[in-house]
């Protein structure tokens, strides 16, 4: 019997998590209209890394509302992906939830 604890998407962390929430929801931002109030660039977007960590952890970020209104991400790869492959390649590690669909 493992006494690893399971890990699951985007919630692998579950501590870590909960302080990045408890953070990040008394932070407020103030901002100009119609003017990005934080913005993420992805070097290597189509990579491992990003796959696996970065859009989990964004995704994480947006579904507990806990992103900034009028944020973005940049992404620079290498690759030449569009970005309906690229939501394609990072599909399997960015699921809500049940429920939570759209």
Known sequence: MSSKPE???CEA???G???LRDSLSCCQVCNSPGQAS????VFG???DLAR????PTLWALFRDKLLPENTQVFG???????MSQLRDKCAET???KEGEEE
């Open 7 to 9: 890990l699951g998407c």
């Open 52 to 55: 696996k960590k970065i859009y």
């Open 17 to 19: 998590l909960q302080l």
């Open 45 to 47: 977007a189509s990579g």
């Open 94 to 96: 960015m699921k809500a």
């Open 13 to 15: 962390n579950p501590e």
């Open 38 to 41: 934080h913005v993420f660039v």
């Open 76 to 82: 620079y790869a290498r690759s030449k992906l569009t």
